[in-house]
């Protein structure tokens, strides 16, 4: 009795689901069969979309955020109302939309895209670490805010910034880190308690 093979296009969309971070092959085989089953217009707007994602939008060529094709340098670089002295390093794009949010940084952002990390072979020549400290010999920039994310990966990423930033006589700092709003202290670890502690302010 012959097996009953997956048709070959549902398969393509599956392993193509599964290359997407955070996307196993249960969940590429939940989007796929969604897709298939349910309105005809769905997929056709979808592969517009991927479509629209390539053609219409790039990276700024000054900090490497995304942008609209047409605006490059981008709003944030291009906008005479960002103070020129203050730059946030970051590590995606993401980041610097999540910074956004906040409506209190009012500098401007150089976009790494991506962390040092060996065990995926990505090291500092695969960033956009360069770029920075070109930048930083052209641009009136005084303090440098190095705010990628607090893992093993972004510390050693800001450790390298940090040595490969010290010549250029440019004031350095980290985003502080501590206890998160709402959270008890029973239920830190030490690492956050620790740090918590090392960056307190006067009230």
């Known amino acids: 009795m012959a ?41 056709r707007e979808l592969a517009a979309a991927l479509t629209e994602l390539k053609e219409r939008t790039r990276f700024c060529s000054n900090c490497f955020n995304i942008t609209d094709a047409q605006s490059n ?25 999540a910074i956004e949010r906040t409506r209190e940084f009012k500098g401007r952002y150089h976009v790494l895209n991506g962390v040092i990390s060996p ?34 990966e972004g510390e050693a990423t800001a450790m390298y910034l940090q040595k490969q930033l010290f010549p250029l006589g440019v004031k350095v700092t980290r985003l502080a880190r501590g206890l998160p709003v709402g959270g008890d202290l029973e239920y830190a670890d030490e690492t956050t308690l620790a740090r918590a502690l090392s960056g307190r302010s006067e009230m």
């Open 119 to 152: 065990v995926e072979g990505i090291g500092p020549e695969d960033l956009k670490i360069r770029e920075l400290v070109e930048r930083l010999k052209r641009e009136p920039v005084r303090e440098v805010i190095i705010a990628t994310n607090i893992s093993l």
């Open 3 to 43: 097996t009953l093979a997956t048709p070959k296009a549902v398969q393509r969309l599956i392993d193509e689901f599964s290359r997407l971070p955070g996307i196993g092959p249960k969940s590429a085989s939940r989007l796929t069969f969604f897709l298939l089953r349910g309105d005809g217009q769905l997929p």
């Open 73 to 97: 340098p981008c709003p944030v670089c291009s906008d005479p109302a960002r103070q020129t002295g203050v730059l946030c390093v970051v590590e995606e794009p993401l980041d610097v939309m």
